[in-house]
C-alpha cells in the first residue's frame, strides 16, 4: 500500500516556475515507478512525465520535453517535478500515482494522490 500527497501547487504567471512534490508513505515507495498526471477542466487526465524506481529511466510527454523534470529521492520518499517556463496551457489539477514499471498510460498506475492545482495566468 502507498499513500501519496502532492504539495507545491499554486499561482504563477507565464514563464515562471514552480516544483511539485510528491511524499509517499509507505516502506514500499522504492519498488515503485512514479508519474504525473494532468487533468484540465473538462479534460482527461493526460501524462505528463514518469520515473524508474531507480531513477534511471525517465519518460515525458511531448509537450513538456525540455521544460519539466521530474526527479525522485528515495530516501525521502518523495518525487518532484520541476515545471520551468510554465504557460496558461500548463493550467491543471496535478496528480503523482505509482506504478510497477515505467509507463504513460494511466490506467496502469495502482496508487494516485488527490491532486495539487497550478494555475498559470498569461
Known amino acids: 500500500q502507498v499513500q501519496l500527497v502532492e504539495s507545491g501547487g499554486g499561482l504563477v504567471q507565464a514563464g515562471d516556475s514552480l516544483r511539485l512534490s510528491c511524499a509517499a508513505s509507505g516502506r514500499t515507495f522504492r519498488n515503485y515507478c512514479m508519474g504525473w498526471f494532468r487533468q484540465a477542466p473538462a479534460k482527461e487526465r493526460a501524462f505528463v512525465a514518469a520515473?524508474?524506481?531507480?531513477?534511471?529511466?525517465?519518460l515525458y510527454a511531448d509537450s513538456v520535453k525540455g521544460r519539466f523534470t521530474i526527479s525522485r529521492d528515495n530516501a525521502k520518499n518523495t518525487v518532484y517535478l520541476q515545471m520551468n517556463s510554465l504557460k496558461p496551457e500548463d493550467t491543471a489539477v496535478y496528480y503523482c500515482?505509482?506504478?510497477?514499471?515505467?509507463?504513460?498510460?494511466?490506467?496502469?498506475?495502482?496508487?494516485w494522490g488527490q491532486g495539487t492545482q497550478v494555475t498559470v495566468s498569461s
Open positions: 520515473i524508474s524506481w531507480s531513477g534511471g529511466g525517465t
Open positions: 500515482a505509482a506504478a510497477r514499471t515505467v509507463v504513460t498510460t494511466k490506467g496502469l498506475y495502482e496508487y
